[in-house]
């Protein structure tokens, strides 16, 4: 059965950094297009950043460009997002995102909250 588990979520003041993590099981990690998507109260879910299958390109929402870098380690089966310079406007559930033609799997979900 596809698992996602994702970690490193929490409470961090203006300015602050957060990593995220997802641990994947029971897929071929290596040939998924890996992404972080999030939902903030209210809206609907969005694009975060993803990398390609292998270690492919990287993508990312403008509002993060610059902030948040994605990265995979294929051997280990994660994918985590390093995030710099949180602003309260990051607050939302984070959703690790597994897609690989018509295969879509999703983690539980991790909540970021951005507030002093």
């Known amino acids: 059965q596809v698992q996602l588990v994702e970690s490193g979520g929490g409470l961090v003041q203006p300015g602050g950094s957060l990593r995220l993590s997802c641990a994947a099981s029971?897929?071929?990690?290596?040939?998924?297009?890996m992404g972080w998507y999030r939902q903030a109260p209210g809206k609907e879910r969005e694009l975060v950043a993803d990398?390609?299958?292998?270690?492919?390109?990287?993508n990312y929402a403008d509002s993060v460009k610059g902030r948040f870098t994605i990265s995979r380690d294929n051997a280990k089966r994660t994918v985590d997002l390093q995030m710099d310079s949180l602003r309260p406007e990051d607050t939302a559930i984070y959703y690790c995102?597994?897609?690989?033609?018509?295969?879509?799997?999703w983690g539980q979900g991790t909540q970021v909250t951005v507030s002093s």
């Open positions: 990398i390609s299958s292998g270690d492919g390109p990287t």
């Open positions: 029971a897929f071929i990690f290596s040939n998924y297009r």
């Open positions: 995102n597994a897609r690989r033609r018509q295969n879509d799997h």
